[in-house]
């Protein structure tokens, strides 16, 4: 594998569910690379999730990753290999429920088997700037795509 490549996601929502913006940023080295977009109906968490899928998908190849997130639910859940049990039990939790989202986990799942991935927590609307960074076009996005909905009537 090659050198690491380090990645800061976010996740915004107005309201929960409500409008929603993620944001991620890809830095190998003295590159970097951002991109975010907007969710009309979506939860906080599900935005959480879609940035670390749309940073995942947008490598091109097999890497050695270092994945930082404010989401101590999408943190712990792979540290903690909750997805194992999730998976052997037909996507439900420990209390036989079904776990939210299990599409974005199905998802985030294949793109972990791709990359080698360190989850990284790291505090949120704190002194990281890159987290905040990514935070601010998060936001930046929902409120955007808000802007734009009410234009149309949306």
């Known amino acids: 594998m090659p050198s690491e490549l380090i990645i800061y996601t976010d996740g915004a929502c107005s309201g929960n569910p409500g409008p929603g913006g993620w ?47 404010d989401s101590a639910y999408l ?3 792979f540290n903690d290999r909750w997805y194992l049990k999730w998976e052997q039990n037909g996507w439900r939790n420990s209390a036989k429920q079904a776990v939210a989202n299990p599409d ?24 990281d700037e890159l987290n905040n960074l990514v935070d601010a076009l998060a936001v930046k996005a929902m409120r955007e795509g808000m802007e734009k909905a009410s234009q149309r009537g949306e």
């Open 23 to 69: 944001a991620y940023l890809l830095r190998f080295g003295e590159t970097e690379k951002t991109d975010s977009g907007y969710v009309p109906d979506t939860t906080n968490n599900r935005m959480e999730m879609l940035a670390a899928i749309k940073a995942l998908e947008a490598l091109n190849r097999p890497c050695k990753v270092a994945l930082h997130s």
């Open 104 to 127: 974005l986990w199905q998802q985030l799942l294949k793109l972990s088997r791709i990359h080698e991935i360190e989850w990284i927590k790291v505090k949120g609307h704190s002194t």
């Open 75 to 77: 943190v712990r859940a």
